[in-house]
Structures are given as C-alpha cells and as structure tokens.
C-alpha cells in the first residue's frame, strides 16, 4: 500500500486507525506500540519519497512528557520513521515543547481525537458555536509549542479556514473542509475497501470493495467446480523435450 501512495502524496501517516481498519477493532483505544511499530516498519520500507509519519497510540504518551520521549525515540528508532503525531491541543502543549527540544518532530492533533472518543461523547464535529475559540487556541499552542504541522479533524470548515490564515504552520485537514494547507484520508475509506462504512467526509475514489468480493466470489465458485486451476496454471510431469535450432 505504501508504494501505492509514494509516488504522489507528501506524507504517508501511519495512523492509529489500522485498529479498526487492519484488526477489526471498535476504536483506536487498543492499539499498541508493537502494532504501530510493526506497520510503521513495512510503511518506511514502501516509501522512498513520501514523508513518514508514526501515530503514538493511546496511553504512550499522556502520563508524562518524558514517557512521550521515551515512546517517540522507540517509534523512530525501530520504524526509520522521521516523525511521530499526537492528539491533543493546549494541554499537551508542554509535550511536544518537551519532544521537538529533544529533536523530535511533530504533528499535532486537534478538534475531533479519536483517542478521547470516550470524554468527547462519540465521533461529532468539533468546534461549533461555544467550542470554536477554544479549538483557536488548540491550534496556536500545538504552534507555539514547536509542532510543524496539525491535522484539524471534523472540525466547521470557516473555523478551519481561520485556524489556517492564523497559523505559519501548515494545517492538515480531514472533515475540515478545502480552507486547510493539505488533507488526509484514511486509504480504505478513500478506495471503498468498506462497502459498509461511508463518513460524509469521505470521497470514494474507487470501490475496491466491491470488486474483490467479486473476484473472491468468482475464484471461489472455479474451485468448486474445477475451473481453477486450469492447465495452463499447473506444472506437467515430464518437460518437454527441445529440438535441435
């Protein structure tokens, strides 16, 4: 899948989201290190244009600034991966001041995070009315902090839109409407691998879904009745004997 998306995306994000997507989890709650590591690895291995970047899974990094160190350099060092993104806006901020001082790089996270679905009351956009300024001030203290980009999810696309003209760094956007500097999209939201699952803010680009349970449907059905493998997909006894040229 990398090698897919190197040739004509900027940054390839390893998101948390292979829980769900990958492992059929109900969240993003418990995803692990290991998992993240592990994916992360065959993501630098596809990439050789692409930025890669790692998300810190839930309960890596909230305990301390210095367990989110500790987990980053793990996730770089084992991974080859040049960046590492977490979820939060101003509390987090003295996290990541904490990590790019020490020579980590990161991409914030605000407006909907997933990882905090549990507080937040489910997957709802973030920012409307009452909440628009404190989404604000999210953005410029993941900025302040030395974050050099931050990815706005379900966030109102006019707040968006100020969020990007008030920041000097790039804002990334999923749900956020066209006003970001970038945007993101989970690839098998954005290929139709789910025929069942359909975000408004997902724009199917194909629907592979759709096509493998068709493949799948047809090689199944040539195996019960023989029609796979034919002889041209088997190996004969004895190979044929060359002539003279």
Known sequence: MARLVDPHCDVALVGDSLGMV??????????????????GQA???GCS????????????????PAQAYRNAARLMAETGAPAVKLEG????ADTIAFLTRRGVPVMAHIGLTPQAVNTL??????????EAERVMQDALAVQAAGAFAVVLEKVP????????????IPTIGIGAGAACDGQVLVIDDMLGLFTDFRP?????????GKAADAAIAAYAAEVRTRAFPAEEHAFPDVLPVKGPK
């Open 22 to 39: 990958l492992h059929g989890m109900p969240s993003t709650l418990g995803v692990t290190m290991e998992m993240m590591i592990l994916h």
């Open 43 to 45: 993501v630098v291995r």
């Open 49 to 64: 244009k692409a930025m890669v970047v790692i998300d810190m899974p839930f309960g890596s990094y909230e305990e301390s």
């Open 89 to 92: 806006g101003a509390h987090m």
């Open 121 to 130: 009351g489910g997957y709802k956009v973030v920012g409307r009315e009452d």
């Open 157 to 168: 696309m006019g707040l968006a839109g100020r969020i990007t003209a008030a920041l000097d």
């Open 200 to 208: 408004k803010f997902v724009k199917r680009y194909a629907e592979l």
